[in-house]
């Protein structure tokens, strides 16, 4: 959404000085607004400078060529752009709206991807429904433009793998039943040969293609973070587990065909940390091929399988790495400077593997390493119009929870021209399943360098990235705890001389949001004010009401809400039971169309919270989804500017 600010604020930049002074940041029709006063366009100007930046993500390698696909935005929209060599203009190739999907912490996959036997043809996944993330699918003709839908439009579809003998996808969908997500097959060229592999009832996604073209690798999930790896033959739809549910869930992703298809490559939190272990399908018996104390978070093999590219974590960055499938032995790399790197893939038929970094410096641009020649080259350079080596360096923080449990974030502090204890905002992730890590703030440096407010991101239980006990600390009864590493971190605030602990802020999206929300409830006599975007504010009727398909995955995270005894437990840490011990200003805004945290969940906290006669400010963005929030560039330009005005009004003030 932070693309979408720019080209509303340069059009309010060019208007007369005097017509700024007195215009307000106009409300869109689409826009449900109570309690919110007139914004003032200057608040809009001044976000302007720093707001006024792209990036671009890797999506495909040409199948012949040294050319790629990225993923980047010029208008209100991101959209398909093919780069046709290191450095060159970026061509735009699809004119949507609402664009095509980016990659991200919950689908970190690229949307689009060209037949391995066609280079005049790419299949991408988008969603056409106003935000209700029915995804489907579409071929694009690279000769004529021409798009094509590929299934019905409400079909929930994933993204689509190639065979590598190509002009045969594979993929997810919901269209049976809109429940259940199966496995499917397509000829792209021929929709009609669409068909279900195999009895995949539950939640399935496909992952990889054998060799040979004859069967498939797929997880089946049970929840975000327990998963199991199966082969599907593609013909007949028999099915085989390479891995088991025993009594601990074990987190299974990015399974892999090795090149002789007699093997397969995973990464699993088995043990503790993520790393890649390797299973003979003969055998199904699984050894761990990366060092325990490596944190993998991505890998993906050679074209010819001799060589493993993967992403390790590093904490507050991330390292590209490249070893010797047989040996393991690494390849020596190129200096690359600091940042975290995403989407690695390699070019078809060659040892160049490319993949998107992103920095405090840049938001994010595509790259590639040719293991070969071990030379670095950057493809796109993408502008910012705001330099951020002029605020102090992140700075990473820990402090204890009430049990015990070390809990870390990042601490951004504001310019040095603000003298005294520092105003905070405390954001906080969604997922629960996601992590913060260093990165480009964007908008936000406007917060720092403008208002002089701290920012802090925590990454509390629950978070990924800190091995498996603690991404497990949060499931269930156990959710309160992560309410109290809130409360810890303010503790580690109001023993900070530097910050100011009688103005606090907490803010979130999602499950973010809720956590802002239960937060200023436990601790409202120690938080200022608070802001929760697509926040669940009621835990029981959420997992009742939540997308079919996401129902089971959800219950195990948060419980199971048709148990009594753990209905009565969700019912007592949700927002809405408490709403009159929520004294606090607070800001809530939501999409009118999200199937994850129904509109309902917003609509009834506001009602209880104004017969508190708290002040609210909400705001509904109609026709917008969870995954497409807030939609449109008149919509973002709202957003941040109300976002910014509440801030000066009761955090500031």
Not at 160 to 180: C, F, H, L, M, T
Not at 204 to 211: A, R, Y
Not at 262 to 274: E, F, H, I, N, T
């Amino acid at each position: 959404m932070r693309y979408l600010i720019c080209a509303a604020i340069v059009a309010l930049a060019a208007w007369p000085a005097g017509a700024r002074q007195t215009a307000s940041v106009p409300v869109p029709a689409t826009v449900k607004v109570e309690g919110m006063p007139p914004i003032p366009a200057s608040i809009a100007e001044d976000l302007a400078r720093y707001g006024a930046y792209r990036d671009a993500q890797i999506v495909a390698w040409h199948p012949t060529k040294r050319q790629l696909l990225v993923n980047t935005v010029f208008g209100q929209f991101p959209q398909i752009h093919l780069v046709d060599g290191p450095g060159r203009a970026r061509t735009q190739l699809t004119f949507l709206s609402p664009g095509v999907p980016r990659a991200s912490a919950a689908v970190p996959v690229s949307p689009a991807s060209f037949d391995p036997a066609d280079a005049n043809t790419i299949v991408l996944r988008r969603d056409a429904t106003g935000g209700t993330e029915g995804y489907s699918l579409y071929r694009y003709d690279m000769a004529s433009g021409a798009i094509v839908p590929l299934n019905e439009a409400k079909s929930q579809s994933g993204v689509p793998v190639w065979s590598r003998q190509g002009k045969w996808i594979a993929y997810r969908s919901s269209e049976r039943n809109g429940k259940d997500r199966d496995i499917f097959v397509m000829q792209p060229a021929d929709p009609s040969t669409a068909r279900r592999v195999g009895d995949t009832a539950g939640n399935w996604d496909v992952e990889d293609w054998s060799p040979d073209g004859s069967s498939l690798l797929a997880l089946e999930y049970f929840s975000n973070i327990d998963t199991n790896v199966w082969t599907i033959d593609v013909s007949s739809g028999a099915k085989k587990a390479l891995t088991e549910r025993g009594s601990e869930p074990v987190n299974w992703t990015n399974p892999r065909f090795a090149a002789d298809g007699k093997s397969v490559y995973a990464l699993s939190d088995k043990g503790g940390r993520s790393r890649i272990w390797r299973a003979s399908l003969a055998r199904s018996t699984w050894t761990p091929v990366t060092a325990e104390g490596d944190a993998v978070t991505s890998f993906e093999l050679s074209p010819d399988g001799l060589m493993i590219a993967m992403i390790v974590d590093r904490g507050d960055h991330t390292d590209l790495q490249v070893v010797d499938a047989g040996t393991l032995k690494p390849r020596t790399l190129p200096a690359i400077g600091p940042g975290v790197m995403s989407q690695i893939m390699w070019r078809p038929g060659s040892r160049e593997v490319g993949f998107t970094l992103a920095s405090i410096k840049s938001p994010g641009d595509v790259y590639s390493v040719d293991t070969s020649l071990g030379t670095l080259t950057r493809w796109t350079f993408s502008e910012v119009s705001f330099n951020p080596e002029v605020l102090p360096a992140p700075q990473l923080i820990q402090w204890k929870s009430e049990d015990g449990l070390t809990i870390s974030g990042i601490l951004y502090r504001p310019s040095t021209k603000f003298t005294g204890p520092r105003p905070v905002m405390i954001s906080l992730h969604g997922g629960p399943e996601q992590r913060d890590r260093v990165r480009f703030q964007g908008r936000s440096n406007y917060f720092l360098n403008e208002l002089g407010i701290a920012i802090i991101y925590p990454n509390v239980r629950g978070s990924t990235g800190f091995g498996r006990s603690f991404v497990d600390a949060d499931n269930g009864k156990a959710r309160a705890g992560a309410i109290k590493d809130v409360g810890a971190l303010l503790d580690w605030i109001a023993a900070e001389p530097t910050l100011d602990k009688n103005r606090v802020l907490v803010q979130g999206p999602s499950y973010g949001g809720y956590l802002a929300l239960e937060s200023a409830i436990v601790y409202g006599d120690r938080i200022r004010c608070v802001m929760a975007g697509a926040g669940m504010t009621n835990l029981v009727t959420f997992l009742e009401q939540t997308s079919p398909d996401r129902q089971a995955n959800r219950r195990v995270e948060y419980g199971d809400e048709r148990d009594p005894d753990m209905r009565a437990f969700l019912l007592s840490i949700s927002p809405i039971t408490r709403a009159a011990d929520l004294k606090r200003p607070t800001m809530i805004i939501h999409p009118g169309n999200d199937t994850r945290v129904p509109v309902a969940q917003a609509q009834e906290l506001v009602k209880a919270l104004k017969a508190n006669n708290v002040p609210v400010w909400y705001l509904e963005f109609t026709g917008v989804g969870h995954d497409n929030f807030p939609g449109t560039a008149a919509n973002n330009d709202l957003m941040l500017a109300a976002w910014t005005s509440f801030m000066k009004t009761y955090l500031l003030n």
